[in-house]
């Protein structure tokens, strides 16, 4: 089956600092990926959706200059958070739409951000 | 607009009962994608079935069953015989075609307890 790679798994950073998390669809082109963000005990909220050699659609209430999205290729995209702040710790977790035919979203294992 | 409304939040069984979580959602799509995800602690969402709004027809895979109706805009999901290998939190979730964003419940956390 599809597989979606995200990494890291876990990410632990300081506050003010930048992480990077990948989103990789290991066995098939993913013309559009999807970020979402889940807070403790919550639902899984939609942040961005990006399409590969464009600019990422972001969610109403996300800031753009905040959580950059890059999705150079088919097969990755990146999830900036830059200068995070304690507020961003979360679970990211990232969904890959398959080239081609519909079928359903394949998820990453997800990335636990904790900012210290 | 799309919603998807997951009543239940807590729902704690002993294993063997048969368990059923409610899902309700709205949309003005006269085509859309309805799907069932099971959370474990672990936090990855594991794929347990997508339906589209054309089929009504129930489902059964194993233990798992799924009752689709239209008229009162429920996709409900029944666990017959939990496990506590079923413990985990379940999301129903709605999108406009597959393969689009998907707008989730709150989720339903499912205690299995031996």
């Known amino acids: 089956g599809a597989v979606v790679s995200q990494h890291p798994s876990r990410v632990i950073c300081k506050s003010g600092t930048s992480v990077k998390i990948e989103c990789r669809s290991l066995?098939?082109?993913?013309?559009?990926m999807f970020w979402y963000r889940q807070f403790p005990k919550q639902s899984l909220m939609l942040m961005a959706t990006?399409?590969?050699?464009?600019?990422?659609?972001?969610e109403q209430g996300v800031e753009k200059d905040k959580f950059l999205i890059n999705h150079a290729s088919l097969t990755l995209s990146t999830l900036t958070v830059t200068s995070a702040h304690p507020e961003d710790s979360s679970f990211y977790i990232c969904?890959?739409?398959?080239?081609?035919?519909?079928?359903?979203?394949?998820f990453g294992n997800g990335t636990r951000l904790t900012v210290t | 607009a799309q919603k998807v409304t997951q009543a239940q939040t807590e729902i704690s069984v002993v294993e063997k009962e048969d368990v059923t979580l409610d899902c309700v959602y709205e949309?003005?799509?006269?085509?859309?994608?309805l799907f069932w995800y099971k959370q474990p602690p672990s936090g990855e969402l594991v794929f347990l079935i997508r339906?589209?709004?054309?089929?009504?027809q129930n489902e059964i895979s194993g233990r798992y069953s799924w009752n689709f109706q239209k008229s009162t805009s429920s996709f409900n999901f029944t666990i017959t015989a939990s496990q506590v290998v079923d413990s985990a939190v379940y999301f129903c979730?709605?999108?406009?075609?597959?393969?689009?964003?998907?707008?989730f419940g709150k989720g339903t956390s499912l205690l299995v307890t031996p």
């Open positions: 339906r589209n709004s054309f089929d009504e």
């Open positions: 979730a709605l999108s406009r075609r597959s393969g689009y964003a998907l707008n």
């Open positions: 969904s890959a739409k398959r080239q081609g035919a519909e079928s359903p979203l394949h």
């Open positions: 066995d098939f082109q993913a013309t559009t």
């Open positions: 990006s399409n590969e050699g464009s600019k990422a659609t972001y």
């Open positions: 949309t003005r799509d006269t085509t859309y994608y």
